[in-house]
């Protein structure tokens, strides 16, 4: 049974940081891309980072690039997110994601339960 399980999120204010992790099993994950979503409250879910099996290619979203770095360590096939400059409009529960390299179009095959991140101002 594949499983995805984020951890790491919490409160933080403003300006600070959090780095998210998501413990990815039951399957091999050799040539997917990992990335990350987020849901906030009323609204649908976005994108926000995506990075391909060796690392060599990493996708954001115009509203945290620069902020937030995706990464992965295929060792433990653990994808992580360094979240940077915390903005209260940053708080959702954010989703760790698997797909194939058509994810853009096909979607992602499989998702985490998500954790929540909450910036104060």
């Known amino acids: 049974q594949v499983q995805l399980v984020e951890s790491g999120g919490g409160l933080v204010q403003a300006g600070g940081s959090l780095r998210l992790s998501c413990a990815a099993s039951?399957?091999?994950?050799?040539?997917?891309?990992m990335g990350w979503f987020r849901q906030a409250p009323g609204k649908e879910r976005e994108f926000v980072a995506a990075?391909?099996?060796?690392?060599?290619?990493?996708y954001y979203s115009d509203s945290v690039k620069g902020r937030f770095t995706i990464s992965r360590d295929n060792a433990i096939n653990t994808p992580y997110l360094q979240m940077n400059s915390l903005k209260p409009e940053d708080t959702a529960v954010y989703y760790c994601?698997?797909?194939?390299?058509?994810?853009?179009?096909?979607?992602?095959?499989?998702w985490g339960k998500g954790t929540l991140v909450t910036v104060s101002s």
């Open positions: 990075i391909t099996w060796s690392g060599g290619s990493t």
């Open positions: 994601a698997a797909g194939g390299n058509n994810w853009r179009s096909r979607g992602m095959d499989y």
């Open positions: 039951g399957r091999t994950f050799v040539g997917y891309v």
